[in-house]
């Protein structure tokens, strides 16, 4: 029994569940990337805020876990804390040891994260810098034999002064790289520095500018994931995408309704919540693979409270539970983060995600949970 705190600050009895046991694995009638997070390592003797320090080991055996449930890798992303936390060198250094650890996995997929983050946006940068940075990166990628995930561009956001400059980076870009890439829309609740992105601050008519882009590369797409929780903006943008271009949801509080689809209609995926609820997502994935929608539905509705809450604003600290999911399951012995953002959340908001973890059948073994939920709180102060 622990007692976690609420929010008026007093002390809630809780008896976790019996574990359940998931039947996962695929082959799946969807597409499904986790955008997984980095283990960091509290050993080395660094100023988090500075410099990162990660734990290459347990953060590639996390990929392992991933693929081995049948989910796909999105490498780099900002789950990884890219960032926030996660520089480029770091971000390339773990895209290298991602690709080699998926050749040794018959099937394994992954893509990697392309962005211009090591170029800081100023004003003295100018948009044929922002291609550079994009090329540079793309560049080492493509060297290790990575696909490529084309991440939204604080630098492009900052310089860009009309539409236009969207279309010729994009433009530039997309001739140049080997296999078609995702495309990766990032809306400003995820990163305030991407706001009025595409050129414009008008969800609509950012949506016609992105699509034009689309439609003059589609040869060069493979998809597009949109981050903007909201699913009639992905389902309106979903039904114009050209031929052949895939929608990945990144919409964290709608993805099972936009995931199962209706009719010919459906989004594949591309979730960072994925990494937090990863045996449930996929049993999930192979319910509908069998054409057993209640089942689908029945697994993932209990993981929606608990997304909703991870993502909660401010959204762009997600991480933190989603690295506390991964500290309570045993799938690192610490709970500390690069950058220090083990401190972006309260000790309340992580006892909420214990809960609704708890709920949705998604702590592995309870009482190590609950033993590494009471030295959480024991740091904080809390005697639970």
Same mark, same amino acid.
Request: proline share 5%; with cysteine.
């Given at each position: %029994?622990?007692?976690?705190?609420?929010?008026? /600050?007093?002390?809630?009895?809780?008896?976790?569940?019996?574990?359940?046991?998931?039947?996962?694995?695929?082959?799946?009638?969807?597409?499904?990337?986790?955008?997984?997070?980095?283990?960091?390592?509290?050993?080395?003797?660094?100023?988090?805020? %500075?410099?990162?320090?990660?734990?290459?080991?347990?953060?590639?055996?996390?990929?392992?876990?991933?693929?081995?449930?049948?989910?796909?890798?999105?490498?780099?992303?900002?789950?990884? @804390?890219?960032?926030?936390? #996660?520089?480029?060198?770091? +971000?390339?250094?773990?895209?290298?040891?991602? #690709? !080699?650890?998926?050749? !040794?996995?018959?099937?394994?997929?992954? &893509?990697? /994260?392309?962005?211009?983050?090591?170029?800081?946006?100023?004003?003295?940068?100018?948009?044929?810098?922002?291609?550079?940075?994009?090329?540079?990166?793309?560049?080492?990628?493509?060297?290790?034999?990575?696909?490529?995930? #084309?991440?939204?561009?604080?630098?492009?956001?900052?310089?860009?002064?009309?539409?236009? !400059?969207?279309?010729?980076?994009?433009?530039?870009?997309? *001739? @140049?790289?080997?296999?078609?890439?995702?495309?990766?829309?990032?809306? !400003?609740? &995820?990163?305030?520095?991407? *706001?009025?992105?595409? /050129?414009?601050?008008?969800?609509?008519? +950012?949506?016609?500018?992105?699509?034009?882009?689309?439609?003059?590369?589609?040869?060069?797409?493979?998809?597009?994931?949109?981050?903007?929780?909201?699913?009639?903006?992905?389902?309106?943008?979903?039904?114009?995408? $050209?031929?052949?271009?895939?929608?990945?949801?990144?919409?964290?509080?709608?993805?099972?309704?936009?995931?199962?689809?209706?009719?010919?209609?459906?989004?594949?995926?591309?979730?960072?919540?994925?990494?937090?609820?990863?045996?449930?997502?996929?049993?999930?994935?192979?319910?509908? @693979?069998?054409?057993?929608?209640?089942?689908?539905?029945?697994?993932?509705?209990?993981?929606?409270?608990?997304?909703?809450?991870?993502?909660?604003?401010?959204? @762009?600290?997600?991480?933190?539970?989603?690295? &506390?999911?991964?500290?309570?399951?045993?799938?690192? $012995?610490?709970?500390?983060?690069?950058?220090?953002?083990?401190?972006?959340?309260?000790?309340?908001?992580?006892?909420?995600? &214990?809960?609704?973890?708890?709920?949705?059948?998604?702590?592995?073994?309870?009482?190590?949970?609950?033993?590494?939920?009471?030295?959480?709180?024991?740091?904080?102060?809390?005697?639970?």
């Amino acid at each position: %029994m622990l007692r976690l705190p609420i929010s008026d /600050g007093s002390l809630q009895a809780y008896k976790p569940r019996p574990p359940r046991v998931w039947k996962t694995g695929g082959p799946f009638n969807r597409i499904a990337l986790a955008a997984a997070h980095v283990v960091a390592d509290p050993r080395a003797d660094v100023d988090p805020w %500075m410099k990162s320090a990660i734990d290459w080991d347990a953060t590639i055996q996390y990929r392992r876990h991933l693929w081995s449930l049948g989910l796909g890798v999105a490498e780099a992303m900002d789950t990884s @804390q890219r960032g926030m936390g #996660l520089g480029w060198k770091d +971000a390339l250094q773990l895209i290298s040891l991602s #690709l !080699d650890a998926a050749r !040794d996995l018959p099937g394994a997929i992954i &893509f990697s /994260g392309a962005g211009t983050d090591h170029l800081a946006p100023g004003p003295a940068v100018r948009i044929d810098d922002v291609i550079e940075a994009y090329e540079e990166q793309i560049a080492a990628i493509e060297r290790l034999d990575g696909r490529i995930i #084309l991440m939204a561009s604080r630098a492009l956001a900052a310089a860009a002064r009309s539409p236009d !400059d969207y279309a010729k980076v994009y433009g530039r870009i997309l *001739k @140049q790289v080997r296999e078609p890439v995702i495309i990766h829309w990032l809306g !400003d609740m &995820f990163d305030p520095a991407l *706001k009025g992105y595409w /050129g414009h601050a008008d969800t609509a008519k +950012a949506m016609d500018v992105c699509l034009s882009i689309l439609a003059d590369h589609a040869d060069r797409i493979d998809g597009i994931k949109i981050s903007l929780l909201d699913k009639e903006k992905e389902i309106s943008m979903r039904r114009r995408l $050209p031929a052949g271009i895939r929608m990945y949801t990144g919409d964290d509080f709608n993805y099972p309704e936009l995931i199962a689809g209706s009719g010919q209609e459906h989004s594949d995926a591309l979730l960072g919540i994925f990494d937090a609820i990863a045996p449930a997502a996929s049993s999930a994935l192979a319910a509908l @693979q069998r054409g057993d929608h209640a089942e689908y539905e029945s697994i993932l509705a209990p993981t929606i409270p608990l997304s909703r809450h991870i993502f909660k604003a401010p959204t @762009q600290f997600y991480k933190t539970g989603i690295v &506390f999911m991964a500290y309570l399951n045993s799938h690192q $012995p610490n709970f500390t983060m690069v950058g220090g953002q083990e401190s972006a959340r309260s000790a309340v908001h992580l006892s909420q995600i &214990f809960r609704l973890a708890d709920e949705a059948g998604l702590l592995n073994d309870p009482d190590i949970a609950a033993a590494r939920m009471k030295a959480v709180l024991n740091v904080h102060g809390i005697d639970c």
